[in-house]
């Protein structure tokens, strides 16, 4: 079957630097997304990778590693509206995106 | 980037009634679209996959005759939900594919509460 982990919630301080890591298996790889989700709000989209490496995005960061199954999304400098869902989805071999269960992150002053 | 419109944001209704939710594509057209519906806590759970002009395919577990879907034009897809109850009540959203590398784009999502 095809499945994507990811831890269920980090806690982390103003100011600091936090990694969110995602693990997945799935029939195909078309690349791997993240989102961010707040509550009660639709998934909003930070970041795509699609070969290994690391994609840079202003505060926010990806890195992939395809022979791994394995993805991070990195958040510098966090500020409080960084509270929220943080998602990791694979579009598979049929194009098709699924998703994790979600990180959810909180920040503490 | 393409916009998906969502309506209603959120819906209170009774046990027994059905509740429609629209979603539009405002400025392209989409073939297909995904519907999700997601519990507190817990990630998206794909529903069903509509597609313009013909019936949609729905995942396993999922009943297609309370979860009605019509994508009838290539700007709006629509989810019914009939004879709602409250283990209904979630939070349900709707996305266009992007190709390839885009992402996908969602619509602002429905809560929907059955008292």
Redesign the interface.
Known sequence: GQNIDQPTEMTATEGAIVQINCTYQTSGF??L?W?QQHA??????LS?N?LDGLEEKGRFSSFLSRSKGYSYLLLKELQMKDSASY?CAVKDSN???I????T?LIIKP | GAVVSQHPSWVICKSGTSVKIECRSLDFQATTMFWYRQFPKQSLMLMATSNEGSKATYEQGVEKDKFLINHASLTLSTLTVTSAHPEDSSFYICSAPGTGATEAFFGQGTRLTVV
């Open positions: 078309n690349g997304f989102y009660g709000e639709a998934p909003t989209f795509y699609v998602l194009y098709q995106l998703w994790g269960a979600g959810k």
